[in-house]
């Protein structure tokens, strides 16, 4: 059997499953995560889209990749987001070895997306989770400048691609 990431799901030849948790007031993050979901669908895997109040921290523990999306309030994820993260602290080390990523969207440039991202990955890093980087897009992951424009929308397509060919590399 190829090497599996710790604590994934060990039920032979299921498809890699993954969940895109995301806040959203306007409209503009959920779209992300549509797009985000689109490039995951294209890459072969089994995605749940839900939004944060419809996750309870033992669900994160159901899938391969989690990505989360928030918007950016004053440099940072949305409270709903960092109650779902908070809480997850009651399975610390349960989702080692899992592929983790985010994204977010700001009402303007220097809005604080990028440390929202990191705040994202922080956690998920605290957690054990693998991140993939992107050396030529987004750098940490999609951010959108108010709703999707092209170019972000494009981000989000590439970036679920990039997480879910990680995702079945790893979980197959």
């Known amino acids: 059997m190829p090497w599996r990431a710790k604590n994934c799901r060990m039920e032979g030849g299921d498809m890699a499953k993954a969940l895109i948790v995301y806040y959203s007031r306007t409209g503009n993050t959920k779209r992300m995560a549509e797009l985000v979901k689109q490039g995951m669908d294209s890459a072969g895997v089994e995605v749940d ?71 994202i990955l922080q956690a998920f890093l605290i957690h054990g989770m693998i991140i993939q980087g992107d050396a030529k897009g987004d750098h940490y992951g999609p951010v959108s400048i108010s ?26």
């Open 49 to 119: 889209l839900r939004k944060v109040d419809e996750v309870k921290p033992e669900d994160l523990l159901g899938y391969d990749a989690i990505v989360m999306g928030s918007p950016t309030y004053y440099g940072n994820m949305a409270k709903e987001c960092k109650e779902l993260l908070d809480e997850s602290v009651k399975f610390h080390g349960k989702l080692d070895g899992k592929v983790g990523g985010a994204f977010s969207s700001a009402a303007n440039i220097g809005g604080g997306n990028e440390t929202t991202i990191v705040a």
């Open 147 to 172: 709703a999707p424009d092209e170019r972000a929308e494009k981000e989000c397509v590439r970036y679920g691609e990039r997480i879910g060919r990680l995702t079945r590399k790893l979980f197959g």
